[in-house]
């Protein structure tokens, strides 16, 4: 098991800055990336970021691409993404989710990740 918690969400206005942290524990020796999705009120939980623990590569969605950054800290078992120039259409839960399955690439789809975090709650007023 893989217990993910998430935190630095908020309330900001349109061109700040966020970065939010993902706490992993348990066995998280097994997992081999770690993603950041997101979900607005009423839409489909949309891809955002993932990383790999071991290297470090990494991937973006088209819809943060050049805003955000994601980065981990193996030492502390901690994956973040630094998001950039937010806009009010960045609102919405982002989750972090852990990878156990997939020894090589970077998963992008919700069902290619087997644990997930709570969420934490981004808003972007205009």
């Known amino acids: 098991q893989v217990q993910l918690v998430e935190s630095g969400g908020g309330l900001v206005h349109a061109g700040a800055s966020l970065r939010l942290s993902c706490a992993a524990s348990?066995?998280?020796?097994?997992?081999?990336?770690m993603g950041w999705f997101r979900q607005a009120p009423g839409k489909e939980r949309e891809f955002v970021a993932v990383?790999?623990?071991?290297?470090?590569?990494?991937y973006y969605g088209d819809s943060v691409k050049g805003r955000s950054t994601i980065s981990r800290d193996n030492a502390k078992n901690t994956v973040y993404l630094q998001m950039n120039s937010l806009k009010p259409e960045d609102t919405a839960v982002y989750y972090c989710?852990?990878?156990?399955?997939?020894?090589?690439?970077?998963?992008?789809?919700?069902?290619?990740?087997?644990?997930w975090g709570q969420g934490t709650q981004v808003t972007v007023s205009s």
């Open positions: 989710a852990a990878d156990v399955r997939y020894t090589l690439g970077l998963p992008t789809s919700a069902s290619e990740y087997d644990y």
């Open positions: 348990g066995r998280t020796f097994s997992s081999h990336a």
């Open positions: 990383i790999r623990w071991s290297g470090g590569r990494t």
